[in-house]
């Protein structure tokens, strides 16, 4: 497991979107936006329903995240973070979990998904095994 440094823990807990590939059964990758947070050492997503990203993380827990940065480095480029590593697939919680993403992402005084849902969803849980990408993070990467 590799730990995130405190700037790229920053950029997962801001409102950037997090775009999350898992790998299809034939091997295709499967691409998707997440609302992404960090919980104790561990990226955290979620799903209110079985979608195709939580179906194929359970069958192979392998999975890619990138975060694009609205900071430009000093190279004149977007920062970004990619992290690469295993998730866990967790049934219930999911729904409160996006509730929770839904005031930062959408603002404080936001409901997500106000109806009652019989359903609690699925909450993802990404170990970092490796990072990458261009900003602060790097040095630690190294």
Known sequence: MTALPEEAKALVESTALG????LNADGAP???????????????????TMTKKIRNLRRDPR????????????MGLKEYLWVRGSAEVTEGGGLGLLREFATRYLGPDTTFQPWADP??????RVKAERIGGL???IRAAR
Not at 19 to 22: I, K, L
Request: with cysteine; hydrophobic share 40%.
């Open 19 to 22: 775009h999350v590939v898992t």
């Open 63 to 74: 999975v890619a995240i990138s975060i694009e940065s609205d900071r430009i480095s000093q």
């Open 30 to 48: 499967h691409l998707t936006c997440v609302w992404i947070g960090w919980d104790d050492g561990d990226i955290v997503f979620a799903s209110s």
């Open 119 to 124: 359903r609690d969803g699925y909450q993802v």
């Open 135 to 137: 900003g602060p993070w």
